[in-house]
């Protein structure tokens, strides 16, 4: 079991504005912050997804968060685009994973592909 996961950014501040953002729709928030270097995000009072400055950034990271529904994950979709993400794949039904995986992927600022997934049929 993974208790956190740490991916390097260019950017502390560019990448807490589309985090803070982007997370919001899943109930994720930025709880600590380690002056211009880290940041973590979780839920209260645990945070499990830290971006902290990289001096050669690693890009290729996948990291998909959980989505209660499909409405959230759309909704992750709509705030990341409007962070300054970029769309890696629209929210929609991927059936070469399974019949019910509904996710949507965006890019962050250092292109790491980030996603929202319900593994729940709608409805």
């Known amino acids: 079991m993974l208790d956190h996961v740490t991916i390097g950014v260019r950017d502390v501040e560019q990448s807490t504005k589309f985090y803070d953002r982007a997370l919001a729709p899943l109930g994720i928030a930025r709880l600590y912050a380690e002056g ?68 949507a992927f965006v890019l962050d600022p250092d292109d790491h592909n980030i996603e929202a997934v319900c593994h729940t049929p709608q409805g």
Do not use: C, L, M, S
């Not at 979780?42 to 001096?55: D, Q, T």
């Not at 890009?59 to 998909?64: C, E, K, L, Q, W």
């Open 36 to 103: 211009q270097r880290y940041a973590g995000y979780g839920v209260a009072p645990k945070a499990f997804f830290w971006i902290g400055v990289r001096e050669t950034p690693q890009t290729g990271a996948h990291i998909a968060f959980a989505a209660p529904d499909w409405a959230t994950v759309e909704r992750f979709h709509e705030a990341a685009i409007a962070a300054g993400g970029k769309d890696n794949g629209k929210p929609g039904i991927r059936p070469n994973y399974h019949p019910n995986y509904y996710g």
